[in-house]
């Protein structure tokens, strides 16, 4: 429900399992994704594609879905702006080398205030600890935002290599 959503964001600043999408919906749009990236040179996305739902209607649609816009209206309120959107993809390391993505925090380089942003991430495949999924500090968000440093590992995703360092 969504009063549990909006408390487990406001104690972890996360919340995960949302009930967004079917499973047939989410078949469909996997498929329509590997249409796209059958399309790319090398049958592959090399990097983070920006904005991918200017392109693809189908990807706009699922950002505006009913059932994800509820969810982030719960936490953030009626007053909800698509910022951007982006497309990460993580293939095996011996497909495409050891890439990463640094722990970082989105608000951190969007110039947003106040400091109250949701990012929605939507799995197409099953994550998890043996594919690289998404991680989270739980409470990190109530200690605003971190430093970033450049990363000192090399393959880090990220735009600008920035890494926030979680060991002292």
Known sequence: ???KLTSSWEKVGFRD???VCSSQEMSLVKHQ???VEKAQPEGKF???VLNPHLEHPFLAALCLKESLLN???SILGPDIVLLSTTLFTKYP???VGPKYVGAHQDLKYWGLY???E???WLALDRAGPHNGSLCFLPGSHKEGLMDHMQGDRENNILQENQDIPLTG
Request: proline share 8%.
């Open 93 to 95: 390391a011996q497909a």
């Open 46 to 48: 090399l990097n983070p």
């Open 17 to 19: 399992a949302a009930d």
């Open 114 to 116: 106040p400091h109250k």
């Open 71 to 73: 969810v982030v209206e």
């Open 118 to 120: 949701v990012t929605a």
């Open 33 to 35: 994704l590997d249409q």
């Open 1 to 3: 429900d969504m009063d």
